[in-house]
C-alpha cells in the first residue's frame, strides 16, 4: 500500500493506492480517478490502460478484491463462470462452475497484476 499526493483542480489531497505506477511521496497528476476496484473499476482500467489515458483506481479496502474476500464464507456467485470474466480476461474455470467469493478476489488481484492497474 502507498500513500500518494494528488493535486486535482488546485488542491492537494493524500490518497492511498495499491497500484505501481504513482511514487511515493512525489506528485502525482493523472486526468483520471476510478473510484472502487472492484469489477466495474478494474474493467475501466483496462479500457483506460489500453488507450493510453493516465488513470488511478482508488479503492477503501487495503487488498484488491477485498470487498469480496469480507463476505461471508459460503457465498458463491449466482452467475456461472462463463459469465465472470473481465474485459481481456476469462474467468479460469468450468463454463458452468459457480465460484466462491474467495475465487472471485484472488481473479480481481490476478487481472489488476496482469493488466499493471493502479
Known amino acids: 500500500m502507498t500513500t500518494i499526493n494528488i493535486e486535482a483542480q488546485g488542491k492537494k489531497v ?3 493506492s ?3 505506477s504513482p511514487k511515493p511521496d512525489q506528485p502525482y497528476r493523472t486526468t483520471t480517478i476510478v473510484i472502487g476496484g472492484g469489477q466495474s473499476g478494474l474493467s475501466a482500467g483496462y479500457y483506460l490502460r489500453k488507450y493510453d489515458i493516465p488513470f488511478l483506481i482508488l479503492d477503501a479496502n487495503d487488498r484488491v478484491g ?3 474476500r469480507n ?3 459460503s457465498l ?3 452467475t456461472p463462470a462463463r459469465y465472470d470474466g473481465l474485459p481481456g480476461m476469462p474467468f479460469p474455470a468450468h463454463a458452468h462452475y459457480f465460484p ?3 475465487e472471485m478476489a484472488d481473479f480481481l488481484e490476478h487481472y489488476a497484476q496482469t493488466f499493471e492497474l493502479p
Open 14 to 16: 493524500n490518497v492511498t
Open 18 to 20: 495499491n497500484g505501481s
Open 66 to 68: 477485498d470487498a469480496w
Open 71 to 73: 463476505r461471508w464464507d
Open 76 to 78: 458463491r456467485l449466482f
Open 100 to 102: 466462491t467469493k474467495d
